[in-house]
């Protein structure tokens, strides 16, 4: 992006800069940092077109048709489709901003890859993670504690943790969850599941392997995920995408000179928001400005993890 109307300090022709070139390289790297916000735990079906912190989204969600008998006398009774107003607000704006000393030279791949821009990236990451995370697990239904502190074995710890897991598994299918569940633990609690046998061995269940968005392996039906920003006092979360939507923007991309350095500036405002939403049969929202609590679709535990 050329800097128009270009400073009266600046070289017209040192300044050129393509901003899309720059988003998607940042998109690239930081995608596979999120775990919380990643496609494995959220759906982005109301995106829609984001400009600025505050703007709000209107969701209208389903609410389940009901059921009835038939016989040729009463026939059918017709019902009309009802819905219930959600407002998804975009509430957070985080920025990145850094120098790079001569734009002509620093091409886009090579600026991101400067170890301080990479720094960036990922806090960037972890502010959203932490944000989605801490949205998700204020809705999400409590289990009781698991108290593996009296256990004296990391494979005992790991196999109560696991044996939790299948808790929630039960848990979501009594509320009929649909298939393509996921559960986040936190770093410790991964350091003892590692040592259960089915998790360490994930094929016994289920598909085993290790990609990005933090994810550990596949088994009894959940994506296993890790990751250090788990809400307060939540171990364990387990649910489905579709009880969460997240919104996402980076926008604003600029590259301009700073007057007094020769330098340039590149910056860019990522801007977010995020909402547990109801599910059509499940717990409707009091005001379509509240997230719906105690959500059928996800699931929380905390652990106990000494005496």
Known sequence: MAIT??????????????????????????DPLLVWASPLVVNTDYEGDITAQGDRMVVNGLIRPNVGKYNDVAGMTIEDLKTVEQYVD?????YVAFYVRNIETVQVAGALAAPATLESIRALAASTDTFVGATIAASASSLPQ????????????GEALLEAIFDMMEKLDGSDVPPGRYVVVSP????????????????????????ANGVVA???????????AMPTGVDILAGHKAF???????????????????RDQIDAL??????????????????????????????????????
């Open 90 to 94: 975009i509430t957070e704006a985080d």
């Open 146 to 157: 698991v108290n593996v502190s009296g256990l004296t074995t990391s494979v005992a710890k």
């Open 244 to 262: 969460t939507t997240y919104a996402s923007q980076f926008t604003d991309f600029r590259s301009q000179p700073v007057e007094k350095y020769r």
């Open 5 to 30: 109307p270009i400073p009266e300090y600046a070289h017209a022709g040192t300044h050129a800069f393509v901003p899309t070139e720059w988003s998607s390289e940042l998109l690239a790297q930081f």
């Open 270 to 307: 990522h801007l977010y928001g995020a909402r547990v939403l109801s599910f059509p049969g499940g717990k409707q929202p009091t005001a379509p400005n509240v997230a719906v609590k105690d959500s059928e679709g996800l699931v929380k535990a905390a652990v106990k993890w000494t005496a």
């Open 218 to 228: 596949h088994l009894a039906g959940f994506t296993l995920l890790s990751t250090t």
């Open 188 to 211: 410790t609690a991964k350091r003892y599941l590692m040592r259960a046998p089915d998790v360490a061995n994930a094929a016994a269940l289920g598909e085993a392997g290790a990609t």
